[in-house]
């Protein structure tokens, strides 16, 4: 019973030293506080944003259309009077959906196959890196803006091609970081422990490639949500009238030269701190995950 118990608290321990090193990087780097910071709000207006919002993001008030920010609209009305802070705030769920998803299908299809490419060599890696080669052949957006069009711009597809266009980041990362380790001496001990060779791709060297992989993650969060809003901006990414930033700043733009500017300027602002966000939050990630950062 007790031997059955003993991994529990070294488990509990380990968990414990890490949000304590967690504590200390982002208490240490302003920077990287602030980055968690905005982070936090952005996941609170995605997670309980939607039922706390003043007003409903869909409903049309004519008479109170194009009014400037004030009290009771703190973002001010757009062109059919719906309440632009409750649409920033509902927006954020979606497009922070987008990212989180789009990220996770290319670590799963990228990441792995990467790691698999620069451990094993030969016709794993011939056949990844040509499938990378292909995909960087073309401009990433054109393509993006391909994919949506052929599949349909739906969430889902969106999300597929943030994936795809992502692809060789993550395989070309993860294929050199795996090709350095692969012949290290913790690499050569775990295969004369009898350990297999998957046991020791997933066990040994995937976590020892995930501080680098971190980094590639956060800033690829903060290009998700960029490339969402580009292509809702040009009319092949959500569509309206669901609350999402790019279209908001794309319908927004054309009431900026009458005065509004209102309309384009809080969902932009809101774009630019999220993908700034993402942006500072790779290196902070990079020194939690990092098990050589840990003194």
């Known amino acids: 019973m007790s031997v059955a118990a003993t991994p529990a608290p070294a488990q509990a321990s380990a968990a414990v030293a890490t949000l304590k ?20 709000l952005l996941a609170l207006a995605a997670l309980i944003g939607p039922f706390i919002v003043p007003f409903d993001p869909l409903a049309s008030d004519t008479a109170a259309a194009l009014n400037s920010p004030s009290a009771k609209h703190w973002f001010g009305t757009d062109q059919l009077g719906r309440d632009i802070f409750s649409r920033v705030v509902v927006a954020t769920r979606l497009d922070l959906g987008i990212a989180i998803f789009s990220v996770a299908l290319v670590f799963a299809l990228g990441g792995l196959s ?5 451990y ?30 052929a599949l349909g711009n739906t969430v889902t597809n969106i999300v597929i091609a943030t994936a795809i266009i992502n692809f060789p980041l993550y395989a070309r990362v993860a294929r050199a970081e795996a090709n350095i380790r692969r012949d290290a ?9 009898g350990n297999s060779e998957m046991r020791i791709l997933l066990g040994h060297i995937l976590p020892n490639i995930m501080p680098i992989m971190m980094v590639q993650m956060s800033l690829t969060m903060g290009y998700a949500i960029l490339n969402a809003a580009g292509l809702s901006f040009i009319g092949l990414g959500v569509r309206p009238p669901t609350p999402e930033w790019g279209i908001m ?12 500017w209102w309309i384009a300027f809080f969902p932009g602002v809101t774009l630019m701190l999220a993908v700034f966000c993402f942006n500072l939050l790779g290196d902070g990630l990079r020194d939690i995950v990092d098990p050589q950062r840990r003194t």
């Open 120 to 149: 094993f060599g030969g016709w794993t890696d011939r056949v990844v890196g040509r499938l990378a080669d292909t995909i960087m052949a073309f401009p990433l957006f054109v393509l993006a803006m391909g994919i949506v069009a």
């Open 185 to 193: 001496g913790f690499v050569q001990a775990a295969r004369l422990c």
């Open 249 to 260: 700043v794309a319908e927004g733009a054309a009431f900026i030269v009458s005065g509004e």
């Open 114 to 118: 990467g790691v698999a490419a620069g």
């Open 21 to 40: 090193h967690a504590r200390y990087i982002i208490g240490e780097n302003p920077v990287t506080g602030v980055a968690f910071g905005i982070f936090v």
